[in-house]
């Protein structure tokens, strides 16, 4: 099982990104996904979830409102549309896969695959 994120970059207080994260060597339509993100000198930290089919999603407060989370099982692909960000959003995203794909977590531990991380840094 490979997940791929792409899409981290620069890019100034207010502006968006577009990460992706594409899942290969499993079935995709059947996990749940999650997007996680890691600080400098902080902890991994739970950001957006959905689930199987998209009807699902759930969010960390500090990014509801800004963050979208959505999939398109057609191309084993989940999105994190990232608008108005702000300098505390600078970290490294990554993406996992969750086999119980009903169920939208927040609990790291309970994913089953990880990507290998794309940064994002948000100049003030």
């Known amino acids: 099982v490979q997940l791929q994120a792409s899409g981290g970059g620069l890019v100034q207080a207010g502006g968006s990104l577009r990460l992706s994260c594409v899942a290969s060597?499993?079935?995709?339509?059947?996990?749940?996904m999650g997007w996680f993100r890691q600080a400098p000198g902080k902890e991994r930290e739970f950001v957006a979830a959905?689930?199987?089919?998209?009807?699902?999603?759930v969010y960390t407060d500090s990014v509801k409102g800004r963050f979208t989370i959505s999939r398109e099982n057609a191309k084993n692909t989940v999105y994190l549309q990232m608008n108005s960000l702000e300098p505390e959003d600078t970290a490294v995203y990554y993406c996992?896969?969750?086999?119980?794909?009903?169920?939208?977590?927040?609990?790291?531990?309970?994913?089953?695959?990880w990507g290998q991380g794309t940064l994002v840094t948000v100049s003030s």
């Open positions: 959905i689930n199987w089919s998209g009807g699902r999603t």
């Open positions: 060597g499993l079935t995709f339509s059947n996990y749940a």
């Open positions: 996992a896969a969750d086999r119980f794909g009903g169920v939208v977590l927040t609990t790291q531990a309970l994913y089953d695959y």
